[in-house]
């Protein structure tokens, strides 16, 4: 990554900012709100400039999260999301992350879990 990689938030995520400290940040605030977090790269395809890499994150949720209520302390998700990356001189310039932030937040107890049909 480059000291001025343009980070593009989540919709209804608060801006973090962009750059490399902003990321460091990120990493930071993620790895003490989720406890026992493992991250593990499902598939990644790159086209020219772009990489995109689908993942699986796993851990039991700490607290630190601004949007996540203190209901869903210790409480464990698995969370699968897309990272897409644009690539310059061999550097990220700029990175796109889209998650599933419905089903994480129904097995945080956030929202209720989708009822099935018929049940």
Known sequence: MVPEEINH?????PDS????????????????SW??????????????DWVM????????????NPTLPAT??????????????RFAGGKSVENWTEYDRLGMLQQLGVMPAQRQVGA
């Open 72 to 85: 869903a302390v210790g409480k464990p998700a698995t969370i699968t999301g897309i990272s897409i990356n």
């Open 17 to 32: 900012g962009s750059g490399s400290a902003a990321t460091k940040q990120f990493v930071t605030t993620l790895r003490t």
């Open 35 to 48: 406890l026992d977090l493992r991250i593990v790269v499902e598939h990644q395809i790159a086209e020219g």
């Open 53 to 64: 890499t689908r993942w699986i994150a796993r851990g039991t949720y700490q607290a630190g």
């Open 9 to 13: 938030p989540y919709p209804g995520d």
